[in-house]
């Protein structure tokens, strides 16, 4: 008999559908379009007759079936995964793994959610030993105060009182003593009984006592509870709060609740507050500039700047911590707060920059700076090539000097001479009197065959303005007609006395092209300077002034330097002007690398965060954050300076009529680039000076550096041409200048560019107009015609009359009215012109008061081209 047999003992076949493919306990199920699903079925059996008995066939009761044991749970697993598989759309891999995967993300989760809380709970466990420690240092805070207030109460009470306030202590002590009738348990032990514990050994909790921790034990229990039910109680009320925790430990001595613990920081903030303020309060000496936020007086005073602000709503005034006040205000809250004030002014911070002059034995020789001075064309930089046996005059543009060259020459003798080279033409007035103010000496160049020039004058006012000796130089002796003794005497109405007529100013005849005379230059170059006694400090900070400047388009901003005193070195923070930076390279004038540049020596620095003006004075600094608070004053004073240049013009009537007048004015905008900074500067000076009250040229933007896109962008926002001055547009430049219509002219000679520049200035002028006389006319008679109106007859007695002339009619030789005529005629016939001696007929426009015997005066106005 099969199994089956022996579990169907009721003779019914199992309910089973379909052929044998199905597996056994699964049915399947049909869905539209041809789908099928394999449901797992689950037979119950239905328990009958009393617990205990037999089932109806003895099927409790019966046998396992043979085989393996628990195979048909293995299936029913196996058979259930297979179909929830195929119902995911997996396979059975696949869902195992998938299962797997949510099983460990569970026990990850769980895992974190535990840490977390064992996290939480350390958190709290320390904040509670904080505070437990906190209040047992309270606590014993005040046992010794209660202590010192005691022996001093003893210490101050009657010798016979003693026995008698000993005893009660006695009676605490002595443990033979009967208890209080009250049943109260002892909260803290006594002295004796702590003295005893220090003796033995310790233990934990003994070593945090020590520490100023306090140790939670279990309470003891009153001998009688219904004695001590209410002292339960109020134990009961201080354990704390009562969670699963405490009651699976079985904690008596449980933690303190989250809301004490905060009663009890309160408590202490309050209690630290209390002590600060019975604190005696320093006064302090407070910094006050021009002008001050509230939150950075606060600081200064060492006060709360609510409390400032405080104050200040009392005084009626409603800021805020970062709003900023003037100095006389800050007084006042200083003062008011109990500290001393001292007033600072915001230009203090300049001092310091330019230190003291040096002690003279800290002092060294230094080698003399000369400039070199005179008129164009006079060979001031052939003279210098001379000297240096170069040809720096081939490089320059034209033949004439454009920039301040420096340049340090050594003499055969090993003696060094540093030279300034400055442009003579008029435009560069500047670059000289900087030259003239950095020199020591200054070599006035004047060619024998041209004599005394305006630049040649005007070398002479800077010489004398910086209070620099000089020394003549005669050039060009070589030539047929030079003549160096007239260039001495012209020399005498400009007070330049020379030795041979009784002065004290040395002449020397030289010829750079021949290179005659050089010897005796140097040799007076070099007599002057020792007697001037040149001498500085070079063991100092590094301080001089900036000869030149301009914008390099590989290496940046690149600033000529001299240096006056100190040594300059490689990576010092250096302040120029409005411009500062860390020197990244040192190059002498042949471009070669050098470590640091000592007084008299000329040097090209690199570095700077842009191109410093000619002629500031530089100086090293010890920070970053000196150097930016001494550029942030000066770029804030030039703003200050330019706005109130823009707003100096006043807002009245007359001012503003003023201005309206002055708007008639033609103007010619420009946009300048030059190849430094000193150009630039001499341009737009020599701009100013070329217009008249009616054009005028306006340089919109001057700068040293090469043509940008910006420049040309606005270039066009201005409507104005760009000169460039010996530099050059990019390709982008280029290319943006010819789509936006804007012209660049490049220029190499500073002549050209001024001529271009007058001749369109020239351009703006209104043609003039001039008045020629023709002739004169008298009245002999004065008809009175219909509809033409009055018409004299005249005789003309000079010149010519010409119809649509000018004319102005005289009586008795006062000017009565100027107009022109309308009708000219002889006879009845319209003429263009009447010569003298004959008789003709004449009416003017719009005039009719004439009288016989008045003259008539005409003439012609011809227009002609205006210049500058």
Not at 475 to 504: I, R
Request: with cysteine; charged share 30%.
């Amino acid at each position: 008999m099969s199994d089956a047999d022996e579990r169907n003992t009721s003779g019914r076949k199992p309910l089973s559908l379909g052929g044998g493919s199905t597996p056994s306990g699964t049915v399947r199920q049909s869905f539209p379009r041809g789908r099928q699903k394999a449901v797992v079925v689950e037979k119950k059996r239905k328990r009958t007759g009393t617990p205990g008995a037999p089932g109806p066939a003895g099927a409790k009761d019966a046998p396992a079936p043979a085989g393996k044991p628990g195979q048909p749970d293995k299936d029913r697993t196996r058979a259930l995964i297979a179909a929830k598989a195929k119902q995911m759309g997996l396979s059975e891999e696949e869902l195992l793994k998938r299962q797997a995967a949510i099983q460990r993300a569970r026990a990850e989760a769980e895992s974190r959610e535990a840490q977390k809380r064992a996290e939480e709970e350390e958190r709290n466990r320390r904040q509670n030993s904080e505070m437990r420690a906190l209040e047992d240092q309270r606590e014993r805070e005040e046992a010794e105060r209660l202590a010192r207030e005691a022996a001093a109460a003893r210490r101050d009470a009657p010798p016979q009182a003693a026995p008698a306030a000993e005893a009660p202590a006695a009676a605490a002590v002595d443990p033979a003593l009967p208890a209080e009738p009250s049943g109260k348990p002892q909260r803290k032990a006594d002295k004796a009984d702590k003295a005893r514990d220090r003796s033995e050994p310790e233990d934990d909790g003994d070593m945090l006592r020590k520490l100023g921790g306090r140790v939670k034990e279990k309470k003891v229990e009153p001998a009688d509870k219904t004695a001590g039910g209410r002292a339960g109680r109020d134990s009961r009320r201080h354990t704390g709060k009562l969670t699963i925790q405490n009651l699976v430990e079985d904690d008596e001595g449980r933690q303190r609740s989250l809301a004490s613990m905060r009663r009890a920081r309160e408590r202490e903030k309050m209690r630290r507050a209390q002590l600060g303020q019975g604190r005696d309060k320093v006064a302090r000496e407070v910094v006050v500039p021009e002008a001050i936020t509230i939150q950075d007086l606060a600081q200064r005073m060492a006060e709360r700047a609510a409390d400032v602000v405080k104050y200040l709503m009392t005084q009626g005034q409603m800021l805020r911590a970062n709003d900023v006040i003037d100095a006389d205000t800050a007084e006042l809250i200083v003062e008011e707060f109990g500290h001393s004030v001292k007033r600072v002014s915001e230009s203090d911070v300049e001092v310091g920059f330019i230190s003291r002059d040096d002690d003279s034995g800290a002092k060294k020789p230094r080698p003399p700076v000369v400039t070199v001075m005179g008129h164009v064309d006079h060979g001031k930089t052939s003279l210098l090539d001379a000297l240096r046996q170069t040809d720096v005059a081939a490089g320059e543009a034209g033949g004439i000097t454009q920039h301040i060259g420096a340049y340090q020459v050594q003499l055969k003798g090993g003696e060094r001479i540093t030279f300034l080279d400055t442009p003579g033409h008029a435009a560069f007035s500047s670059m000289r009197a900087r030259g003239a103010q950095a020199t020591d000496i200054v070599i006035l160049v004047v060619a024998a065959d041209d004599g005394v020039m305006p630049q040649t004058i005007e070398a002479i006012k800077h010489a004398k303005a910086a209070n620099a000796p000089i020394i003549v130089a005669v050039n060009k002796v070589d030539k047929p007609d030079a003549n160096p003794e007239k260039v001495l005497q012209e020399l005498l109405q400009y007070e330049v006395f020379v030795e041979s007529m009784g002065g004290d100013v040395q002449a020397v005849k030289v010829s750079a092209l021949k290179k005659t005379g050089l010897d005796e230059l140097t040799e007076a170059i070099n007599l002057q300077a020792e007697l001037l006694e040149l001498k500085a400090n070079p063991d100092r900070s590094a301080e001089g002034v900036v000869i030149e400047s301009q914008i390099d388009k590989g290496r940046g901003p690149v600033a000529t330097v001299l240096v006056k005193r100190g040594t300059l070195k490689r990576g010092e923070i250096v302040v120029a002007g409005a411009q500062w930076g860390k020197v990244r390279a040192l190059n002498n004038e042949r471009g070669q690398q050098m470590s640091e540049a000592g007084p008299s020596l000329p040097a090209e620095i690199l570095g700077l965060d842009g191109a410093p003006e000619p002629g500031e004075v530089f100086a090293v600094v010890e920070s970053e954050a000196r150097a930016r608070e001494l550029v942030d004053y000066r770029q804030r004073m030039m703003r200050d300076r330019s706005a109130a240049s823009r707003t100096s013009k006043g807002a009245s009537l007359e001012q503003m009529m003023a201005r309206l007048q002055q708007s008639e004015v033609a103007e010619l905008a420009l946009l300048v680039k030059a190849d430094v900074q000193g150009s630039a500067e001499a341009i737009s000076g020599a701009m100013d000076k070329l217009g008249n009250e009616e054009v005028r040229a306006r340089v919109i933007h001057s700068a040293p550096g090469g043509v940008s896109e910006s420049d040309v962008l606005l270039a066009r926002a201005s409507g104005a041409p760009i000169l460039a001055f010996n530099v050059r547009a990019n390709k982008q430049a280029r290319d943006l200048a010819e789509r936006e219509g804007v012209e660049i002219r490049y220029y190499s000679v500073i002549y050209n560019l001024l001529d271009d520049v007058k001749s369109a200035l020239e351009g703006l002028l209104t043609p003039g107009q001039r008045e020629t006389f023709i002739g004169y006319a008298e009245i002999k008679e004065v008809f009175n015609i219909t509809k033409v109106g009055k018409v004299a007859g005249c005789r003309v007695t000079e010149g010519v009359v010409k119809r649509g002339c000018g004319v102005r009619l005289l009586r008795n030789d006062t000017v009565l009215h100027e107009g022109k005529l309308s009708t000219l005629k002889r006879f009845k016939d319209e003429v263009a012109e009447v010569r003298a001696g004959v008789e003709c007929g004449m009416a003017f426009e719009k005039y009719e008061d004439i009288q016989v015997g008045d003259l008539i005066e005409c003439f012609q106005v011809e227009e002609f081209k205006r210049t500058l």
